[in-house]
Each structure stands twice: as structure tokens, then as C-alpha cells.
């Protein structure tokens, strides 16, 4: 199956008319996001890799070309789109990266009816990846050092490339595993899991259970002790941990509740057992708030699955991410509607210390103090550089740390968090108001 039909259908129509009238001059497009959501202070970057791949496979094979038909396009249409591929170059910001409101995540140029076909797999793959990157970011910064954190999304994420991409999005801001098995594999993550409450309730007894789990998995002997009484479960898994001498891969799991007050319940009970070693692990609906409560609540919690709210954004799950036109055939283009104007002119973002931006033109020189956030990562339809999965993963963490670690407080707390702006460049603020003129002129329209 070709890839060019992963898209609206009205990008095909708009290329099938440019490639009609030979309009094959190269169009710059800008993706990036109006507006943050209120209880974001920051965006992560993410979703690049993706967007990789497909342009360097664009192409519409027989069956893309023969449905293509059935819906009335003409032979002509068909030879010239049977005919694309992408041959642009690609600017966007590194994977990890903090990016802020208006900022471009990527910059694409490429003779207009290519670009005009990307727009829809784009802006699909990055602005839910950096939604959830965001989502898993802010959860890392809640836990703080305190607390490992785990991805456990799958089940409820929204189909299998959903819970692919929230594995890794994650793994980008330094969780530390997954439940997803296909996704440890393909990324290079550690697989984690333990039981589920099915497993406690086929055997006789809770301890019978247990006893059976530790002999069979002894070096990750976690075991859930919430499914009747939880501190009766505390100690049970005590006894057989103490019993079968497994304490060095050990833990207890706590999935309901008042986790904190548990927790600290259940440190109590495995010290006084002799077991400072065994860890205690905790899931339940749990996001950056939760996790936030049990670090100032002082919970002694060594790890902690996040799931459903991370794997699906719960309280963002979209951005306002567009993806605009801003030069055709060397000219500078704006959009001027009410509430949704843009700039216009290839972009470049210079970053200053303590994430403080600027947005500006590509060409221009980068402020004194500032360095370039926007890289090449194609040209001439490849990749300027590959990387292998799980490579590209830590790459992207190191890149998140460092950001992360520079970034101010007030756009990083969990609570009314206060996202930065990028100012504009004197640059970029003259070719606006030039390019707005000539529209208002009625030269452009």
C-alpha cells in the first residue's frame, strides 16, 4: 500500500490542481501550535521520526492510482500523482525540545503540490505525539526524583499506533519502562508488568497465589496486594518474599486506595519483616496531580504506573496545531483572518538562556547570545541523518533533560502554569508589516 492516501481529501484535489497548471514552485509551510492549552506551561517535541519515514515513502501505487480513478480523477491527475514523490528539505526542531506557542515545530519546503499533500500526516503525527510527550513530561516533573515512572496506557489508549507512540513519547521524558511488549521491542525500552487481580482470584488464596507468581518469576516478583484486604496482602506477599528469599527482585503493587496512607502503612509492615529492600509500586488512574499529592504527602513510593490520562492526554487531548503557508515561489505569504493571522517567511527560532525566545527569519543572523533551535533533517526528499530507535529515543531525553533543567518555574509547576512567549525580531516584525500592507493594498489578493 502506498502512503500519499493518508490524507484529506482535500489536499488532493489542491495538488491535482497545482501539478494541472504546472504550478511547481517551491512552497514553504509552517507547522506549529496557536495556542497552549490552560494547563500547559510548555510543549515537548515529538513525533518527527514519523513524519521521516513517510515523506521519504510518499508515493501512490496501482491501488491508490485505481481508487483514485473511481472517484472521477482523470488520467492526467493519475500520471502526475503516480509520477511525486518528495523531493523537499525539512527544518524542524530536535525531538525533546521544549517549543513554546507559535513557534514552528517544523518547516517544510517543497514544489507546493508535494507540500500541500503532507500537511494532513504532519500535522496527525506531531501534534499528538507532542501532546502526549507534554502530558508524560509534566507527570516526570510532578514525581520529581521520587518516583520511577512506568507507561502503562495500552488498553486504553486509542488503537495500537496510539500506544506505540505513548511508549515512546514517554520514554522521550525519562519514563523509565512499559507495559507495551511490542514497544519495548521496536524502541529498545524495558518491558515492565506485574499481575493483575485475575491472577489473585484463580488460585485458593491470596498467599497461594502469591507463592506461585514469586516461584515462577522470582527475579520480578511484584505482587498485587489490593484485591481484598490491601494491608492482609502486604503481609502475605511478606511472608512468601521472606520465605522463598526473593527480596532482591521484589515488590508490592497497590492499585486502589488512599495510596499514600497505604503506602506508608505497608513501609512500615515490610521493614518491620525485615524487607527495606522490597519496593512499592502504585497504579490507579493516576497523572501529574496524583503524583504530585503523593510527593508532598512524603508517600513512600518507589515507582508508579501512569496510564489511561497520559496514554490519551485526559485533560488536553488535542493541540491547536496548524500547518500554514508562509512563501510560494520565493514570495513571503501571511494569512490575515480575524484571530488566525500569521507571519510570513521561512522562520527560525533563537533560543536564549532560560528558554527565552526569539522568533525570527531564517536567513537572518541569530541574536547575539541565542542559538538556532530549528535544524535540517532532510534534503532533497532523504533524511540528512539516521539514527536507530532506541538511539533516537535517548538522544531526544538528553535533549529534554537539559531543556527541562533550564526552564522556569513558573512554566513548569503542575498547577496554573505559565507558558513563555517568543518575542519577534525586527527582522521578521518588517517583512510582516510590509506583506500585511501589500495585501490591505489589494497588490496581493
Same mark, same amino acid.
Not at 233 to 244: D, K, R
Not at 300 to 328: E, H, I, M, N, Q
Not at 367 to 383: C, D, F, H, K, Y
Given at each position: ?64 492510482? $485505481? ?347 503542575? $498547577? ?30
Amino acid at each position: 500500500m502506498g502512503r500519499a492516501l493518508f490524507t484529506d481529501f482535500y489536499e488532493l484535489n489542491m495538488a491535482a490542481s497545482y501539478l494541472r497548471r504546472g504550478m511547481e514552485a517551491p512552497a514553504t509551510f509552517s507547522l506549529f501550535v496557536r495556542d497552549l492549552p490552560p494547563q500547559r506551561g510548555f510543549l515537548v517535541a515529538a513525533g518527527l521520526e514519523d513524519c521521516l519515514d513517510w515523506l521519504e515513502g510518499l508515493a501512490f501505487d496501482q491501488d491508490d492510482l $485505481a481508487y483514485l480513478e473511481r472517484l472521477g480523477f482523470p488520467g492526467g491527475d493519475l500520471d502526475a500523482l503516480g509520477a511525486l514523490r518528495f523531493s523537499g528539505e525539512l527544518w524542524a526542531v530536535p525531538e525533546g525540545r521544549i517549543v513554546f506557542a507559535g513557534e514552528p515545530i517544523l518547516e517544510l519546503t517543497a514544489p507546493i503540490a508535494e507540500a500541500q499533500l503532507a500537511e494532513t500526516f504532519l500535522l496527525n503525527r506531531v501534534t499528538f505525539q507532542t501532546a502526549l510527550a507534554s502530558k508524560a513530561a509534566r507527570c516526570r516533573v510532578a514525581a520529581g526524583g521520587h518516583i520511577d515512572l512506568v507507561e502503562f496506557g495500552f488498553r486504553r489508549t486509542q488503537g495500537v499506533d496510539a500506544g506505540l507512540a505513548a511508549a515512546r513519547s514517554s520514554a522521550i521524558v525519562g519514563f523509565s519502562g512499559t507495559s507495551n511488549v511490542e514497544a519495548a521491542r521496536h524502541f529498545g525500552l524495558e518491558p515492565v508488568g506485574t499481575m493483575a487481580h485475575s491472577y489473585v482470584e484463580s488460585f485458593p488464596t491470596e498467599k497461594e497465589a502469591f507463592a506461585a507468581y514469586a516461584s515462577d518469576f522470582p527475579e520480578r516478583a511484584v505482587l498485587l496486594v489490593d484485591t481484598y484486604d490491601t494491608l492482609a496482602g502486604v503481609e502475605h506477599a511478606a511472608q512468601v518474599i521472606v520465605e522463598l528469599g526473593v527480596e532482591g527482585g521484589a515488590g508490592i503493587r497497590i492499585d486502589s486506595g488512599d495510596l499514600a496512607a497505604l503506602a506508608k502503612a505497608a513501609r512500615a509492615r515490610l521493614d518491620e519483616a525485615g524487607l527495606s529492600r522490597v519496593r512499592i509500586f502504585v497504579s490507579g488512574g493516576l497523572d501529574e496531580f496524583d503524583l504530585a499529592a503523593l510527593v508532598a504527602a512524603g508517600a513512600p513510593v518507589d515507582a508508579a504506573g501512569v496510564g489511561t490520562r497520559l496514554g490519551v492526554s485526559a485533560d488536553a487531548p488535542y493541540l491547536d496545531s496548524v500547518y500554514k503557508l508562509v512563501s510560494y515561489a520565493g514570495q513571503p505569504v501571511l494569512k490575515l483572518s480575524e484571530g488566525k493571522e500569521t507571519l510570513p517567511g521561512a522562520k527560525q527560532v533563537f533560543r536564549a538562556e532560560g528558554l527565552r525566545d526569539v522568533l525570527g527569519l531564517r536567513e537572518e543572523p541569530a541574536p547575539p547570545g541565542t542559538s538556532a533551535l530549528l535544524e535540517p533533517v532532510m534534503a532533497e526528499g532523504r533524511r540528512v541523518r539516521t539514527s536507530e530507535p532506541h538511539a533516537a529515543i535517548v538522544a531526544a531525553r538528553h535533549r529534554f533533560q537539559a531543556d527541562l533543567q533550564a526552564l522556569p518555574e513558573e512554566a513548569r509547576a503542575v $498547577a496554573g502554569p505559565k507558558a513563555l512567549a517568543p518575542s519577534v525580531s525586527p527582522a521578521l516584525e518588517a517583512l510582516t508589516s510590509q506583506v500585511r500592507g501589500r495585501h490591505r493594498r489589494g497588490e496581493g489578493s
